[in-house]
């Protein structure tokens, strides 16, 4: 007998909690002490002192860059940004109702038409086409935005960083420091967070000996979920609905009593406080005296759910704010609109599909778990004609 196929009493683990399929070196997530570790470094290190770029480096390349190293791969990701006219025209030709993580999905699909060595699968031609996509992603995500607001597209600007560029991209007019900070922040607490569902799901594919743009695809379909990636955009559009910071604990309270999940908190992994939305809550808590009323409400909104749900669940059930609670602030603090947080997160988490898929490829083994079979056998086939 196979391990692990014991038909008679098969050990079901629903959702696959707590099951470990492989070793890693790329992210450590501990969800007891609420500490996050990229390659070894404290996310809250990275945060405080890197770039998304040296990030994007240290998560694929294992370690990190020197500064010669670092140029040498931003000029790779800058000469990486344009998009294929082809793939363009799929952005701007798709209706205006579908999501943008469908125009992202549809777009990053196409893309091995236009790389003449789409399905070339050594390492090295890997490691290329992962540089590629970090870059793309960029450009694809702000030519989506653009498509959305009616207005065309804006061509990269090789003198920018990552995260500034794509605030050009998307607006067309060079961006203020500070948000181009404040996105290059965001970008790097996405970047990478072990077996999550998009990440897994990006392995299945890919351990098909599929290639890394399939497997991408799918990792930006799994993130698309509002239980996954999609939380940041159903986080916001809660605090829409709840409208006026005083309203919070009534709309709470409605909603737990209704047994609906508050969008932003709870994690299948942490059971206390996300290291991630605690940093970025200290952005957060500077956007109480921002210039727009419409931010000022979000974030008076968010510190009164979060106060809220740690008093009612943190301490009893283990659920705490997560990464999602305060993006929508902070991104309306830039100027981001809401149905654009997903594909974002998506330009921050692709270099951890790809450092994943790279690390996997090492020592592939074919993802194919166990289903028991609950139904009925040996039925006796009846003739459409004789069906009643
Ligand atoms: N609001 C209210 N109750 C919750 C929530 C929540 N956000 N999350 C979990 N619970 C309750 C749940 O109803 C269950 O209660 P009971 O034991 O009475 O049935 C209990 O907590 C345990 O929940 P669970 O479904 O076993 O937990 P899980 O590990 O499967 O869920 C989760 C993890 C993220 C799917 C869930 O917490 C959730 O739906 N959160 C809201 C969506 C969200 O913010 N997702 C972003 C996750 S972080 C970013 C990312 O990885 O994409």
């Given at each position: 007998m196979i391990v692990g196929m014991d038909v008679v009493n098969p050990n079901i683990v629903p959702g696959l909690q707590g099951v470990y399929f492989t070793e890693s070196k790329i992210s450590d997530v501990d969800g007891t002490n609420g500490k996050l570790y990229?390659?070894?470094?404290?996310?809250?290190?990275?945060?405080?002192?890197?770039t998304f770029e040296e990030v994007c480096y240290l998560l694929i390349e294992g370690k990190l860059p020197t500064a010669k190293e670092l140029k040498n791969f931003d000029t790779r990701l800058k000469g990486e940004r344009e998009i294929p006219e082809p793939v363009l025209s799929i952005i701007n030709g798709m209706t205006g109702k579908a999501h943008p993580m469908d125009v992202l999905r549809t777009a990053v699909s196409a893309l091995p038409a236009y790389d003449r060595k789409a399905y070339a699968d050594s390492r090295e031609d890997n490691l290329r086409k992962s540089i590629a996509l970090v870059s793309k992603f960029g450009s694809i995500t702000a030519a989506i935005g653009r498509r959305m607001s009616g207005k065309g597209y804006v061509k990269p600007d090789p003198s920018l960083t990552h995260a500034a560029n794509f605030l050009y991209m998307l607006k067309g007019k060079a961006p203020d420091p500070n948000d181009a900070k404040i996105l290059d922040l965001m970008l790097i607490l996405h970047a990478e967070h072990s077996s999550n569902a998009s990440t897994f799901s990006t392995l299945v594919t890919g351990s098909t000996l599929s290639d890394i743009y399939a497997a991408v695809t799918a990792g930006v379909a799994t993130l698309k979920g509002p239980l996954h990636g999609g939380a940041d955009e159903a986080a916001l559009k809660m605090m829409r609905e709840i409208g006026r910071p005083e309203?919070?604990?009534?709309?709470?309270?409605?909603?737990?009593?209704?047994?609906?999940?508050?969008?932003?908190?709870?994690?299948?992994?942490?059971r206390t406080y996300d290291p991630r939305a605690r940093i970025i809550r200290s952005t957060l808590e500077k956007l109480q005296n921002h210039s727009?009323?419409?931010?000022?409400?979000?974030?008076?909104?968010?510190?009164?759910?979060?106060?809220?749900?740690?008093?009612?669940?943190?301490?009893?059930?283990?659920?705490?704010?997560?990464?999602?609670?305060?993006?929508?602030?902070?991104?309306?603090?830039?100027?981001?609109?809401?149905?654009?947080?997903?594909?974002l997160f998506a330009v921050s988490r692709i270099p951890g599909w790809c450092a994943h898929l790279l690390e996997y490829w090492e020592h592939d083994r074919l993802l194919r778990p166990l289903e028991s079979y609950t139904g009925p056998l040996d039925i006796k086939y009846v003739p459409i004609g004789k069906r009643r």
């Open positions: 990229y390659r070894g470094y404290s996310i809250e290190s990275l945060a405080k002192d890197s309203n919070t604990e009534r709309y709470i309270n409605d909603a737990l009593g209704k047994k609906e999940r508050i969008m932003g908190f709870g994690h299948r992994v942490y727009s009323p419409e931010v000022r409400n979000l974030t008076a909104i968010a510190l009164r759910e979060e106060k809220m749900m740690i008093e009612k669940l943190g301490k009893t059930k283990g659920i705490w704010p997560n990464v999602d609670l305060f993006s929508g602030p902070v991104y309306t603090s830039i100027g981001i609109e809401p149905d654009l947080f997903t594909p």
